[in-house]
């Protein structure tokens, strides 16, 4: 049987796994963008080529860490739904083995 203890480790590897993914994708996702924009903005808006970038790299960044704590929470869901039927498996040949040597 799972400890108490690990689901949780199991979480908080997850979200700090997530935040890494996360951090690293939009720092990549700024500097290959940032060489795009103009050295000279034409048209003086409030928002100017590089902030939009770091913004867009921000929600893409956002959007891979939840990705990823998704699929590690399905990771770690799909394990332990394997580890409890394994489980009722052994009790069940447990369960028959000693009917058989009692009858």
């Known amino acids: 049987m799972m400890s108490p203890g690990r689901g949780r480790w199991s979480l908080v590897s997850a979200t700090a796994t997530a935040a890494v993914v996360g951090v690293v994708v939009a ?37 891979a860490a939840v990705a990823v704590l998704l699929m590690g929470l399905l990771a770690a869901g799909l394990r332990r739904t394997a580890e409890a039927m394994e489980e009722d498996r052994r009790t069940a040949a447990t369960e028959r083995s000693a009917g058989r040597a009692n009858g």
């Open 27 to 63: 720092l990549v996702a700024r500097s290959f963008a940032g060489g795009s924009c103009p050295e000279y903005d034409a048209l003086r808006v409030a928002s100017s080529c590089r902030d939009l970038i770091g913004s867009l790299a921000v929600r893409v960044g956002a959007a």
